[in-house]
Structure formats: C-alpha cells, structure tokens
C-alpha cells in the first residue's frame, strides 16, 4: 500500500472513532486537534498533529501551538513532546494517531504531574485611571467655551434639575404636523 492509501484507511478510522466526540477536530484531511482532559480541567491540553506526504512512514508533526495551551510551561509542552516522540519511534511504519492519542489521555496525569498552570495578570481599569495628566488637559481643552448670555438662555429654558420642561418643543412639533397636513391637502386638490 501507499502512503496515500494507509492515511486514507486511518483517516477513514478516525472519523468513525472519533464521530460525535468534541476532542478530536479535523482541520483538514492531513491536519487534527485533539484535546487530552476536560475544558475545565487545568491539566487538559491539546495536540496539533499533522502528517507529512510520506506518513506513516515518516513521523507526524506534533505541536502544543494551540492558544489553549498557554498556560502550559515551556518545560512541561517539552516534556509531553518528547514522550509523544518516544511513542511516535515505537509506532513508526504503523497507523498510530488512534494509539497517541489514546495514549496520551492514559497518561495525562504522568505528563502533567509537574505542571503548575501559568496565571497571566489581568487588570481591570476604568477609564479614568486609564487618563494621564497630559489626556485630562487636552480634553479639558477642546471642551466648548459658552458665553455668558449662552449659559443664561439654556438655564432660563431648563428648570432647577437641568431639564427642559414638559412641551419645551411642541410649538415645533404642532408646525411640523400642520405642515405636513398642508402638503397632503394640496395633493388631494391637484389630483
């Protein structure tokens, strides 16, 4: 057989191994993800496995790339790789994505027994602690100067809360109304 036909027989596998199950994603025919561990579980990571032209005679490309694997230290994603390379020498010539995996979700613990999850900072700010000095006064700045006389008609139209009473604009809206009833008697007349 070929080595295209060997990875279409596993690729064929696979999928009905795996239908159904969230670990295992195919990116492509040559290309799968699978997660070792629940999402919740602080040891869980996921493999980027990729097969070359000549796999299963040649070693798949194995990679704890993923985002979600970084809060793995680099000295545990070496660890995991060199016991995935291990396994991946014994089982060269072979099928062997069933057996990795298979093999890493048995031995997660072993793998992860030294992992201590790395905790980015993350920081909420509001915006005012955001704003330096030099901010605050070019906002400060571009702020609209109003005269005095301005200042005087807004108070005198809002009451002592800084609303505009109740009906401020119905003069506008009434006008806006019988202007619109003018336009419509005008159609009707000319039609």
């Given at each position: 057989?070929?080595?295209?036909?060997?990875?279409?027989?596993?690729?064929?596998?696979?999928?009905?191994?795996?239908?159904?199950?969230?670990?295992?994603?195919?990116?492509?025919?040559?290309?799968?993800?699978?997660?070792i561990g629940?999402l919740e579980?602080?040891?869980?990571?996921?493999?980027?496995?990729?097969?070359?032209?000549?796999?299963?005679?040649?070693?798949?490309?194995?990679?704890?790339?993923?985002?979600?694997?970084?809060?793995?230290?680099?000295?545990?994603?070496?660890?995991?790789?060199?016991?995935?390379?291990?396994?991946?020498e014994i089982?060269?010539?072979?099928?062997?994505?069933?057996?990795?995996?298979?093999?890493?979700?048995?031995?997660?613990?072993?793998?992860?027994?030294?992992?201590?999850?790395?905790?980015?900072?993350?920081?909420?700010?509001?915006?005012?602690?955001?704003?330096?000095?030099?901010?605050?006064?070019?906002?400060?700045?571009?702020?609209?100067?109003?005269?005095?006389?301005?200042?005087?008609?807004?108070?005198?139209?809002?009451?002592?809360?800084?609303?505009?009473?109740?009906?401020?604009?119905?003069?506008?809206?009434?006008?806006?109304?019988?202007?619109?009833?003018?336009?419509?008697?005008?159609?009707?007349?000319?039609?």
């Open positions: 057989m070929t080595a295209n036909e060997d990875q279409e027989m596993e690729l064929e596998a696979l999928r009905s191994i795996y239908e159904g199950d969230e670990c295992f994603k195919e990116i492509s025919p040559v290309s799968f993800q699978f997660r629940d579980d602080t040891k869980a990571f996921i493999l980027d496995i990729t097969w070359p032209e000549s796999y299963p005679d040649t070693a798949p490309q194995i990679s704890l790339g993923a985002f979600f694997n970084n809060r793995i230290s680099a000295e545990t994603k070496q660890l995991i790789l060199s016991k995935l390379e291990e396994q991946v089982n060269l010539g072979t099928a062997m994505m069933y057996t990795l995996f298979e093999w890493a979700k048995e031995n997660q613990e072993t793998l992860m027994e030294n992992h201590k999850p790395l905790v980015t900072a993350v920081t909420l700010t509001t915006s005012s602690e955001v704003m330096t000095p030099t901010s605050t006064a070019k906002k400060k700045e571009k702020k609209e100067q109003l005269t005095k006389a301005q200042k005087r008609r807004i108070i005198n139209r809002t009451d002592n809360k800084g609303e505009l009473p109740r009906g401020w604009n119905w003069v506008d809206v009434i006008k806006h109304v019988s202007d619109k009833q003018l336009d419509q008697n005008k159609l009707l007349t000319n039609s």
